[in-house]
């Protein structure tokens, strides 16, 4: 957990920070925000741009809830949040429309979507509701690099196996035969699993081996206390 308890010692601002990238995932791990990642991941560029966008609406929020936590009244906190992401969110959707208008119609209405993604809202009641600006910001930071990773990761791999690209750049030459299912929607349920798939073998394994090295280090202390007896 990474909200701070009154238990245990506050994690340190370098474990704030990776959490999201590994440990709490928000799309391998936490499976937060599907609508954005199984709809913009056509591609690499749009995948790392909505990524982007969603870091800083996330950071920028993540930031401003923690700095007014103590005057936000309980009662409209929701509400008050929902303000201040709609706020970075508007701040994004110019921004993007300004920078390119390609980018801005390929991403479409996904982009105001982000005022509804769970992923942006539930770390600002979550986390920086309940922590210091520092460690809200750099949790949000991270949480939102997991995020963009996540889909560069899905985006990747739809484009290279849908269009024999990545980021654009032609891989496999004119010869190559796409697989047209992966830049359709299916395609994304596709990939969206085989990640899943891979990242919980992973994360099974490093448990395994965790619980391995305990068990031997539990085994350890108990031959030395009983040779020391």
Not at 220 to 228: I, K, L, P, Y
Request: proline share 5%.
């Amino acid at each position: 957990m990474s909200e701070s308890s009154p238990l245990l010692a506050p994690p340190s601002t370098w474990e704030e920070f990776t959490e999201g990238l590994w440990k709490r995932n928000p799309v391998f791990v936490m499976v937060l925000g599907m609508c954005p990642t199984l709809a913009v991941t056509v591609s690499a560029v749009n995948s790392l741009s909505m990524g982007v966008a969603t870091t800083f609406v996330l950071a920028a929020s993540c930031f401003l809830v923690s700095a007014l936590r103590k005057l936000i009244p309980k009662e409209v906190r929701i509400a008050t949040y929902i303000v201040i992401i709609a706020t970075f969110v508007t701040v994004t959707d110019y921004a993007i429309q300004a920078i390119s208008l390609d980018l801005y119609e390929a991403l479409g209405a996904y982009i105001q979507l982000i005022v509804a993604n769970c992923l942006v809202l539930g770390r600002a009641e979550a986390h920086a509701a309940r922590n210091p600006p520092l460690a809200a910001t750099m949790n949000a930071i991270g949480m939102g690099l997991g995020f963009t990773l996540s889909l560069v990761m899905i985006g990747g791999v739809r484009e290279i196996l849908g269009a024999g690209a990545f980021f654009g750049f032609s891989l496999f030459g004119p010869n190559f035969q796409p697989w047209v299912v992966m830049v359709l929607p299916p395609g994304g349920f596709f990939v969206m699993a085989g990640w899943l798939l891979l990242f919980s073998i992973v994360r099974r394994r490093a448990q395994m081996r965790a619980q391995e090295n305990e068990r031997a280090r539990a085994a350890a202390e108990t031959s030395g206390a009983c040779h020391g007896a």
